[in-house]
T-cell receptor, first 113, second 117 residues
């Protein structure tokens, strides 16, 4: 069975600082991995996804993530945080191409001015 | 881009009544749609997979007679919460699965907040 663990339910960084949100997964087959962002009272927006191509994936809004099979990780990074990045971030795993996503617990990102 | 809408965006109802939530893919057809429930400050939990023209597949622990799902067309799935109770109060989010060539992605609706009094 697939599972996702996001380390840290709440991450706080200063504006302009590096953002690092951690995600580890468990999957019995090569996974598809996703990062989504959710603003209050809204649905989810896809930031980026890994689908067995390049291990370093670039997404929207300056975010990127690196798939590391040996570490079963898919951490999300952004070099310089912006106030508008404050939101809830979810890592998700799927077997077989975006069907039946399993989400991590979520990480709330706060940006300090 | 692919857009998914939900209606209503919020609803308040009395305990014991039924509530219907619509999920529409506005600019693409979706054979498969998904329904999730999200409690405050928690993650999304998949409730069921809605397949056009066939019965929905429910996740373990989700009562199919309480959460009725109908996927009558390639652009519309509905979730009906029957005999709603306060513990059913939650944020319900749908997604529609798009497959075009190598593209396989779920697009999420904006969510429906249900409050049962």
């Amino acid at each position: 069975a697939q599972s996702v663990t996001q380390l840290g339910s709440h991450v706080s960084v200063s504006e302009g600082a590096l953002v690092l949100l951690r995600c580890n997964y468990s999957s019995s087959v090569p996974p598809y991995l996703f990062w989504y962002v959710q603003y209050p009272n809204q649905g989810l927006q896809l930031l980026l996804k890994y689908t067995s191509a390049a291990t370093l994936v670039k997404g929207i809004n300056g975010f990127e993530a690196e798939f590391k099979k040996s570490e079963t990780s898919f951490h999300l990074t952004k070099p310089s945080a912006h106030m508008s990045d404050a939101a809830e971030y979810f890592c998700a795993v799927s077997e077989g191409g975006a069907q039946k996503l399993v989400f991590g617990q979520g990480t709330r990102l706060t940006i300090n001015p | 881009g692919a857009v998914v809408s939900q209606h209503p965006s919020w609803v308040i109802c009395k305990s014991g009544t039924s509530v219907k939530i619509e999920c529409r893919s506005l600019d693409f057809q979706a054979t498969t749609m998904f329904w999730y429930r999200q409690f405050p400050k928690q993650s999304l939990m998949l409730m069921a997979t809605s397949n056009e023209g066939s019965k929905a597949t429910y996740e373990q622990g989700v009562e199919k007679d309480k959460f009725l799902i109908n996927h009558a067309s390639l652009t519309l799935s509905t979730l009906t919460v029957t005999s709603a109770h306060p513990e059913d109060s939650s944020f319900y989010i749908c997604s529609a699965h798009l497959t075009i060539g190598p593209i396989r992605e779920q697009f999420f609706g904006p969510g429906t907040r249900l409050t049962v009094l």
